[in-house]
């Protein structure tokens, strides 16, 4: 066991050493410099030359490359280019954001789905039944921004237009320009996380629904049934508890996208997030920003991936490793 | 052991309700109708499955005994005949539980019409789709006029006529024909990136999951990684690096990028197949790696290949629309059903709702029935995996 840890982070430290080379490069190959795009067109060559110089960017990636490793091993991820600020500064106001936002229709998208599968597999072919499948089926085939556009739409435009503007979502953003209450922030949060959750409820609860009736045709639970327990307590306690496990193994694989956010959505909404940093980052070139969204989320998918495969390894004694 | 929230367990331990070997000398036939999979909670002879079974049989090579033991006999018959697995293939079997599969038959027929729409209109359209009419810009869609047409012998009859059946956008083009022309991009970009996962994926999860090793591990945890990157991110990167969006560059970077999912459930095919037991008597027979590969496991692991492959052909239709909509796939004029809606807040802002609500119905439209077209197939393929 010790031993397979300390293989696991040896190969994560490997894997992250990959990554940070992979993307340094790409981001460095990728033609056009940075300061060339969305900036002041008037800006002289010689300043935008001057600074390109300054942050050694007239190198090769190759030269460049062992500085940022350095400075990326002491911690220190750089400062961005259009924000002027420490990359790691940037990413502590925008991953809470994310992970509240994220976190929120998490919660709310499996407190529906987890019953709603539930209820449609011990339901088999049932009405209700029917009515998820279809439901799901319509929700997985949404994609987030066409589901966005329109409930941006609906209740930002059509909702104000048909109350006179009296009841509408707010648009954009997180907070009105001058509070931080809390109220006013479930109030901006509404439409992204109607948006987001509708997604994965459809999802999570195929998949709960599926899960549970994989389990249900277990023999172990033929076998409760025979020996005449109530349905009830043959689907909850029985079914139920090996039916969920793969549920939380898939939630708990998901939360290092919390941190990278959801592109899309937050870029609708403009919610100030981390998908929202890391595509702008992405349109403006600012390398330093990119990197530090990509090293993150590596870092701690490795450490989510290893912490699942250890709980295996403790909850499941027949896992070894 | 990781699990996609569509379609199969792509990993992990063997799945105990894996089929039965689906090769053409497997007795799948008998054990379904042993074990009546696909009839969970309906009564098992009489439902309309057996009698779809019994027409199949019907339509075979049985014609003739089958009339002569006339109706009431057959649904017995046929119980007996599927039993012997030589009598229905495979894949004919397979072929009729589909069209056995309602929803799923139907979006096929929606689907083909879409695509053959798609393909064909925009050929005989030529430019359509960026001639710009300054004069006409935002005219809304079904908007019918009254319109003389000569017959011959010196009648005329008037009909409704339009000339732009789902309008223009902002430029005054004809939105039927960008719909039309951005299908087919979609639908392009959708079938070849597809291609490219399937054939990077399959060969290097064959691979890692027959070979072992240093390959599987490094594999598994590169995928890890690339699985949870913002995948949109990635590709916008990576297109940026190649130094900008074509059609060419578009697929292969979301073939080179995407095939994870699809290597992954090679893998695990391969690793439970590999094990399984007529790999093991094949092997046991002195058979080469390449004859197990190719003769016993990629047969046998083709099912839900097949079944990830069609419901990744909507994931990538998808995010060819994401990346669109946000600017970063084919550059206009070229439509296409993602940059169709990118346009979104002017067209909103402006009350023109339909700009968005087209192309987003045959955006969703086309992802929904290849969904559905995947469950069925599914079903036709592995009727355990329900």
Redesign the interface.
């Known amino acids: 066991m010790t031993f397979y840890v300390i293989r696991r982070v040896l190969?994560?430290i490997l894997?992250l050493l990959?990554?940070s080379v992979a993307?340094f490069a790409?981001?460095r190959?990728?033609?056009g410099p940075p300061f060339t795009t969305g900036e002041n067109p008037r800006a002289h060559q010689e300043l935008i030359d001057r600074r390109l110089h300054n942050l050694g960017l007239d190198q090769p990636w190759y030269t460049q490359y062992p500085a940022y490793l350095n400075a990326l091993v002491h911690g220190n991820l750089g400062d961005s280019y259009v924000y002027n600020q420490p990359v790691s500064k940037l990413l502590m106001e925008r991953v809470p954001n994310s992970v509240l936002l994220l976190g929120v229709s998490l919660i709310i998208s499996l407190l529906i789905a987890i019953p709603l599968g539930i209820f449609a597999a011990t339901r088999?072919?049932s009405k209700l039944d029917t009515t998820t499948s279809v439901a799901s089926?319509?929700g997985?085939?949404?994609?987030?921004?066409?589901l966005g556009?329109?409930l941006?739409?609906a209740g930002a435009?059509w909702l104000r237009h048909a109350t006179g503007g009296v009841f509408y979502f707010p648009l954009f953003g997180m907070h009105k320009s001058d509070t931080t209450s809390l109220d006013d922030l479930a109030w901006h949060m509404v439409l992204p996380v109607v948006s987001l959750s509708i997604l994965s409820i459809a999802?999570?609860s195929?998949?709960m629904r599926a899960s549970m009736?994989?389990v249900l045709?277990?023999d172990y639970v033929r076998t409760a049934k025979a020996k005449g327990l109530p349905a009830r307590a043959v689907n909850y306690k029985h079914a139920l508890r090996n039916a969920i496990l793969?549920i939380v193994?898939?939630v708990a694989?998901q939360t290092?996208?919390f941190v990278?956010?959801a592109?899309?959505t937050e870029?609708i909404f403009s919610w100030p997030g981390m998908?929202l940093l890391?595509?702008q980052a992405?349109v403006t070139r600012d390398y330093p920003v990119?990197l530090g969204?990509?090293m993150l989320?590596?870092a701690?998918?490795?450490l989510f991936?290893l912490f699942a495969d250890i709980a295996?390894a403790v909850v499941d004694p027949r896992i070894r490793y | 052991?990781?699990?996609s929230?569509?379609g199969f367990?792509t990993s992990g331990p063997p799945q105990?309700?894996r089929p039965h070997p689906p090769g053409r000398d497997g007795p799948l036939g008998g054990r379904l109708m042993a074990d009546q999979p696909l009839e969970?909670?309906?009564p098992p002879s009489t439902s309309a499955y057996t009698s779809l079974l019994a027409g199949a049989q019907v339509a075979s090579a049985l014609e003739a005994e089958a009339s002569l033991r006339g109706q009431a006999a057959s649904e017995d018959l046929v119980v007996a005949e599927v039993a012997d697995p030589s009598e229905i293939g495979f894949w004919r079997l397979a072929v009729i539980r589909f069209l056995h599969h309602r929803a799923a038959t139907a979006s096929l027929v929606v689907l083909l019409f879409i695509v053959v729409t798609s393909v064909i209109i925009p050929v005989f359209q030529g430019d359509l789709y960026r001639l710009q009419d300054y004069t006409h810009p935002y005219t809304q869609p079904f908007q019918f006029h009254t319109r003389a047409v000569a017959l011959p012998a010196g009648l005329s009859v008037t009909i409704p006529w339009t000339d732009h059946l789902f309008g223009t956008d902002d430029l005054g083009r004809d939105e039927l024909a960008r719909l039309l022309r951005g299908g087919r991009v979609s639908l392009t970009v959708g079938l070849l990136a597809m291609l490219g996962y399937i054939i990077i994926g399959g060969i290097l999860g064959a691979l890692a999951g027959y070979y072992g090793g240093w390959i599987d591990?490094a594999l598994m945890?590169?995928t890890?990684?690339i699985i949870?990157?913002?995948f949109?991110?990635v590709v916008?990167?990576?297109t940026?690096?190649f130094?900008g969006v074509s059609l060419t560059v578009l697929v292969l970077v979301i073939a080179l990028l995407g095939w994870f999912e699809i290597g992954r459930l090679m893998r695990a095919q391969f690793l439970v197949l590999r094990e399984s037991e007529f790999v093991q008597a094949a092997r046991a027979l002195g058979a080469s790696d390449y004859r197990i590969i190719f003769r016993h496991i990629v047969p046998n692991s083709l099912a839900p290949i097949i079944v990830s492959a069609t419901l990744g052909v909507?994931g990538i239709i998808?995010l060819e629309?994401?990346l669109g909509?946000?600017g970063y796939s084919i550059p206009p004029p070229e439509p296409s059903w993602g940059n169709l809606?990118g346009s979104?807040e002017e067209a909103?802002a402006l009350g023109q709702?339909y700009i968005?609500a087209l192309p987003?119905l045959a955006?969703?439209t086309t992802?929904?029935c290849i969904?559905?077209v995947g469950?069925g197939i599914r079903d036709a393929l592995d009727p355990r995996q329900?």
């Open positions: 190969i994560g894997l990959f990554m993307f790409l981001t190959l990728t033609p088999q072919y089926y319509i997985i085939s949404i994609p987030s921004f066409v556009i329109f941006l739409l435009v999802g999570f195929r998949f009736l994989e045709h277990q793969p193994t898939l694989l290092p996208q990278s956010g592109i899309i870029g998908g890391a595509f992405t990119i969204v990509v989320v590596a701690l998918t490795v991936n295996y | 052991m990781r699990l929230t569509q367990d105990p309700g969970k909670g309906r591990n945890r590169l890890d990684v949870a990157m913002p949109i991110l916008v990167a990576v940026a690096a130094g909507s998808l629309a994401a909509f946000l809606l979104y909103i709702t968005v987003a955006l969703v992802a929904l969904n559905l469950d329900r």
